[in-house]
T-cell receptor
Framework: DQQVKQNSPSLSVQEGRISILNCDYT??????FLWYKKYPAEGPTFLIS?????DKNEDGRFTVFLNKSAKHLSLHIVPSQPGDSAVYFC???????????FGTGTRLQVFP | KAGVTQTPRYLIKTRGQQVTLSCSPI?????VSWYQQTPGQGLQFLFE???????NKGNFPGRFSGRQFSNSRSEMNVSTLELGDSALYLC?????????????FGDGTRLSIL
């Protein structure tokens, strides 16, 4: 059962435009969500998180939106830069633990 | 502040052998988790340790085991290696469970089974 889903395996965006990466979840018990970025041959790098008591969290060019009723979150990157080209994972910890359930990832390519 | 350190970065083994991977968490972090990343299965949780105790275990066979030491460093061991164990093994550390603090990952150990 894939509890965290990223239905778009890839996304291509022009430099300077907005990138929107989407994530859906099925477990209504999730109360904290994270986004990670991963370059090849490196470990995932934490980007931004959001608690279920909020519907938006912003950090520089990165903003995460949470729609609890739709069980949907999205990561907005604006403006997109070529260095943002990577695989992005959304994740949620299961229960009161550090066990992260990851989505399958979305490969973002930002072209000049 | 040093990040999560995993050694070795690359490892080649043959079927039937066993392997031990090491992880040093960020200073002050007490929780260490291990994940396996493969092209077909994505990032899959292996186990989580906190204060030398295994708190959670994923759906992996008993050939996969781990431990955590008093200084929070962790090792994972895979015995009787199979071709399907070829993967990137990632370690992540955090302050601890129920803190809603993000886990920070090392760069992983790339294990190849011949």
């Amino acid at each position: 059962d894939q509890q965290v889903k990223q239905n778009s395996p890839s996304l291509s965006v022009q430099e300077g435009r907005i990138s929107i990466l989407n994530c859906d979840y099925t477990n209504s018990m999730f109360d904290y969500f994270l986004w990670y970025k991963k370059y090849p041959a490196e470990g995932p790098t934490f980007l931004i998180s959001i608690s279920s008591i909020k519907d938006k969290n912003e950090d520089g060019r990165f903003t995460v939106f949470l729609n609890k009723s739709a069980k949907h979150l999205s990561l907005h990157i604006v403006p997109s830069q070529p260095g943002d080209s990577a695989v992005y994972f959304c994740a949620a910890p299961r229960g009161n633990t550090d066990k992260l359930i990851f989505g399958t990832g979305t490969r973002l390519q930002v072209f000049p | 502040k040093a990040g999560v350190t995993q050694t070795p970065r690359y490892l080649i083994k043959t079927r039937g052998q066993q392997v031990t991977l090491s992880c040093s968490p960020i200073s002050g972090h007490r929780s260490v988790s291990w994940y396996q990343q493969t092209p077909g299965q994505g990032l899959q949780f292996l186990f989580e340790y906190f204060s030398e105790t295994q708190r959670n275990k994923g759906n992996f066979p008993g050939r996969f085991s781990g431990r955590q030491f008093s200084n929070s460093r962790s090792e994972m061991n895979v015995s009787t290696l199979e071709l399907g164990d070829s993967a990137l093994y990632l370690c992540a550390s955090s302050l601890g469970a129920d803190s809603n603090q993000p886990q920070h990952f090392g760069d992983g150990t790339r294990l190849s089974i011949l």
